[in-house]
């Protein structure tokens, strides 16, 4: 695997600040809403990018082994993260609602090679948000807003694992969608705090899940979760439209890996060996890439 990357949560605390109790019933969010959940990601990203970019001279980038015209490039979907931000903005303010404000953020990254992987998980993350989400926003306007935005979030994730880290562009012949709440979990993973008057959709971030950096298709490795009770668990493997389950081990916390993943799989812990949902949760989800070259050999 060419890298790992696991978004949990930064503290209890933190947690507690910025999302709301999941009730047992609630009413479908409204396309408002939907699209202040799109501008809470859009802030992250563009505080990303502008944090990093701040950090990271081109200097930077080229002693870390990346292409010369890499950093002029993530200049560019830098400029295209603010502009998500200032149009989604403008949209909430049209329909007579209050744009969600940024939040303050920490994120993990400690050289111009972990930026530019961290970022392409989180434009992989941003395109699964927006796929997900389609099927809740009503208004067609919205959806060809949101459409339009989802294919630029995949362009730059495209190039980001191509162009710059030479390993694939895509990963199934599906992009892989993600509900509210498994985008919300992995979001809460940079986010210390929220302003108060930000106001979203119920959401819920599930339980951290922590998946080896080593891990690799076809491998045991063990998973790390918290969990309670002796309940036969199982890790859901969402790529593309489709899941693979694997049972775990429930004394040692090791699964074996899937021989047919590859590309950006997302790696959940549930208590039901058919269903991946919010019902059957038990914790993450987690994103981890399996790189694989152009003969589809995972590298």
Request: proline fraction near 5%; glycine fraction near 4%; aromatic fraction near 10%.
């Amino acid at each position: 695997m060419k890298y790992s990357i696991v978004f949990t949560a930064l503290s209890l605390f933190s947690l507690h600040q910025i999302a709301h109790a999941l009730p047992a019933k609630r009413d479908a969010p409204s396309d408002v809403d939907i699209l202040n959940f799109a501008l809470t990601l859009e802030h992250l990203e563009n505080a990303y990018y502008q944090q990093g970019l701040s950090k990271y001279s081109e200097q930077d980038f080229l002693d870390a082994g990346l292409p010369q015209w890499a950093r002029g490039r993530f200049q560019q979907v830098a400029a295209h993260e603010k502009t998500h931000v200032e149009f989604l903005t403008t949209a909430i303010n049209a329909a007579g609602a209050h744009p969600v404000e940024p939040c303050e953020y920490q994120f993990p990254d400690t050289d111009a090679k972990s930026f530019v992987a961290i970022s392409e998980a989180l434009e992989s993350v941003g395109t699964s948000a927006y796929n997900g989400a389609a099927a809740l926003i009503s208004n067609k306007d919205y959806l060809t807003v949101a459409a339009s935005i989802l294919s630029i979030e995949a362009r730059h994730a495209a190039w980001i694992n191509s162009a710059v880290q030479k390993i694939n562009p895509w990963s199934t012949a599906f992009e892989t969608p993600l509900d509210l709440n498994q985008v919300y979990t992995i979001a809460s993973g940079f986010i210390k705090s929220c302003p108060a008057s930000n106001k979203l959709p119920p959401v819920h971030a599930f339980p951290a899940l922590s998946v080896p950096a080593n891990a690799l298709p076809g491998k045991r490795v063990v998973l790390s979760f918290t969990a309670s009770g002796d309940k036969q668990l199982y890790a859901a493997f969402l790529t593309g439209t489709g899941t693979v389950f694997a049972k775990i081990d429930m004394n040692s916390k090791k699964v074996k890996i899937p021989k047919e993943l590859e590309g950006s799989v997302y790696v959940i812990v549930t208590d039901d060996e058919s269903k991946a949902d919010d019902s059957t949760t038990v914790a993450g989800p987690a994103l981890v890439m399996f790189a694989f070259d152009s003969e589809g050999k995972v590298v």
